[in-house]
């Protein structure tokens, strides 16, 4: 055999090997990092790419670890054998197989921008996710979401009706088996319950940059302060309005000359852009709840790739 052969046979059973990732969050303590690394090589597990970081204010500590299970460990293994580990350092833990697509109901009412970016980046593999539903209070968007083969739902919304819509919209969540809710510039508030029920498991885009500009119409807001930069901000959602945990923002320049319509135009790339990397992170298990605020780690190598270009 050849290094040319080798090299090709060994890089087809380095795309065929499974990878998993290890979440990890729990009170800082000496050991946490050798006790994974240790667990992880003793069950013939290679590590990739790590993350952690350590809160000095809250005394929290949070890490993130890709590795191959180079022997052929198994994910129910893993979380059997580590129970013991993290019962001795009060460790909230996960393991996750990274080729696995988390499932997603995609929320939308007149403004179609973030959808149709969702849609596309999700059709070519941008995003490690799969949309299983759409559910909107408008039916603006029915054509284009059963064009995609993803069932829609248009649930209607009054103040009367608020408590059915949310059964309603929870009723598909659930028989869809999602993970997570996306609210791709979806104009009603959800309920305090259902804020409760699904805490750090709705992602929401407000087209601000959060502090600033909270509530309705913030680009006429940021218009009349005379702001230079508008921004987005795409967060998980509480029971406080646009007070969420933020995961992730971005900005566009602007000029006096410019009106709130423009405002409006600019703001649509940045929305979607920020909205798509708030899903990649949270999708690829790089976010993390800390108190009011999150630790996001950086991508892992290739995490960007897409499977195919259009």
Do not use: W
Request: with cysteine.
């Amino acid at each position: 055999m050849t290094l040319q052969t080798r090299t090709a046979a060994a890089d087809a059973t380095a795309l065929a090997a499974p990878k998993f990732c290890l979440t990890v969050a729990c009170p800082s303590t000496r050991g946490i990092v050798a006790a994974i690394a240790g667990f992880l090589a003793e069950h013939g597990c290679n590590i990739t790419d790590s993350a952690q970081f350590d809160d000095m204010e809250t005394g929290q500590f949070f890490m993130r670890v890709s590795f191959v299970p180079e022997t052929g460990a198994a994910l129910g293994t893993l979380e059997q054998d580590f129970a013991a580990i993290a019962a001795g350092k009060d460790m909230e833990f996960a393991f996750h197989d990274e080729a696995a697509k988390m499932k997603v109901v995609v929320m939308v009412s007149r403004f179609g921008h973030c959808l149709n970016d969702l849609l596309y980046r999700v059709k070519i593999g941008a995003l490690p996710v799969e949309i299983v539903a759409v559910i909107s209070n408008h039916m603006d968007y029915q054509k284009v979401v059963v064009n995609h083969d993803i069932p829609f739902h248009c649930i209607p919304v009054t103040k009367d009706t608020k408590a059915q819509a949310e059964a309603r919209i929870m009723k598909v969540v659930e028989d869809a088996g999602a993970e997570l809710i996306v609210l791709a510039r979806y104009m009603q508030i959800l309920s305090d319950e259902m804020c409760t029920r699904m805490s750090g498991r709705i992602i929401n885009i407000h087209h601000s940059f959060l502090p600033s500009f909270k509530g309705a119409n913030p680009y006429k807001q940021a218009y009349a302060r005379g702001v230079k930069l508008i921004g987005a901000t795409s967060h998980y959602v509480t029971a406080d309005l646009d007070e969420g945990p933020i995961i992730e923002q971005d900005t566009v320049r602007i000029t006096h000359a410019q009106s709130p319509e423009d405002y409006v135009s600019l703001g649509r790339d940045v929305e979607a852009q920020v909205l798509a990397r708030a899903i990649h992170a949270h999708a690829h298990r790089r976010a993390f709840l800390n108190g009011s605020k999150t630790v996001v780690f950086p991508a892992s190598p290739g995490s960007y790739s897409s499977e195919r270009m259009g």
